[in-house]
């Protein structure tokens, strides 16, 4: 009976650390998704709302970008995503600060020259203040 018992409580914290978690990665791909969708769409608000202070937006080309330059590139059309899809997507919670790696796929129309982009991305989410921000990001060209 004390085994049955001690078993039920190992098992209750197990569980109660697993929800925690996926709550946590639960906000992380949604704050993904958000940022996806703004790319998109070009939203100057959701992408200052979604991105930190101290961005740091790295491209394949080597290029990087602040907060500033990544959002003005994206609602000025220099950067310009028509879609985004994302594949193997995984997230690690540590604490206040997530990773992401992912593929994207990518039809783009930069400055109106229609192209298309297959990369590897591996973002660095920060919880500030209770919302997820992104801190930094890296592409990597897929070959």
Known sequence: MIKRFIYLIVLTGIMQSAQ?????????SAAVESLRKAMIDGDKTGLQNLTANQL???HSSGRVEDKASFVDNIVTGKSDFVTIDLTNQTIAVAGDAAIVRHQLAATTNDNGNPGSVKLNILLVWQKQKGQWKLLARQAVKVP
Do not use: T, W
């Open 56 to 58: 740091s937006y790295g």
């Open 20 to 28: 925690a978690q996926s709550k946590d990665e639960s906000a992380v």
